[in-house]
């Protein structure tokens, strides 16, 4: 069955340190693979998508983020984390066209950033 | 600009009474999609539709219909609410096949 799985449930940074947040897909064919950000009472905003070609892709605020099909894995990364980061973050996967216009979403990972 | 919006952002109802969440969007997308989030279960979809007069259910269906007349609105109908349908509820659009779906900003149900 497809999956999405987010093993960090929570994370907490140093403002300024690195960031990585984890994400393992189970999809039977080419995945399209997205990261969404949730800032507090607020809705979901794309932060980067992946469907082709380079596996590692660039999204807005900074963050980046590298497709390992061998690992079956879409990691997100940040080198530098700002204070204003500090929200939840979903990986989803999904497919081309009919039903797989659908997504399917991880639990979310809730970061939170010390000053 | 395109957008999408949900309303009421806030509700509260009692167990048993009917309640529809509106969610209207302006990008003219074709697929419309209802999730519930939840904590420790991330997003759940519920229903969705490819167009006007498509509608189906998603993986946490019951207890919740849709109905497509036209392109811009999908409402989510509660038949009979239940407190296990306290949650936050998100309605999302997008227009193509590549799958990147754009979201309103939520609605806070609670049910008493």
């Known amino acids: 069955a497809q999956s999405v799985t987010q093993p960090d449930i929570h994370i907490t940074v140093s403002e300024g340190a690195s960031l990585e947040l984890r994400c393992n897909y189970s999809y039977g064919a080419t995945p399209y693979l997205f990261w969404y950000v949730q800032s507090p009472g607020q809705g979901l905003q794309l932060l980067l998508k992946?469907?082709?070609?380079?596996?590692l892709v660039q999204g807005i605020k900074g963050f980046e983020a590298e497709f390992k099909r061998s690992q079956s894995s879409f990691n997100l990364r940040k080198p530098s984390v700002h204070w204003s980061d500090a929200a939840e973050y979903f990986c989803?996967?999904?497919?081309?066209?009919?039903?797989?216009?659908?997504?399917?979403f991880g639990t979310g990972t809730l970061l939170a950033v010390q000053p | 600009d395109a957008e999408i919006t949900q309303s009421p952002r806030h509700k509260i109802t009692e167990t048993g009474r009917q309640v529809t969440l509106a969610c209207h969007q302006t990008w003219n997308h074709n697929n419309m999609f209802w999730y519930r989030q939840d904590l420790g279960h991330g997003l759940r979809l519920i229903h969705y539709s490819y167009g006007v007069q498509d509608t189906n259910k998603g993986e946490v269906s019951d207890g919740y219909s849709v109905s497509r007349s036209n392109t811009e609105d999908l409402p989510l109908t509660l038949e009979s609410a239940a407190s296990s349908q306290t949650s936050v509820y998100f309605c999302a659009s997008s227009g193509g096949g590549l799958g990147e779906q754009f979201f309103g900003p939520g609605t806070r149900l609670t049910v008493l």
């Open positions: 989803a996967v999904g497919g081309y066209g009919g039903a797989t216009n659908k997504l399917i």
């Open positions: 992946y469907f082709s070609g380079d596996t």
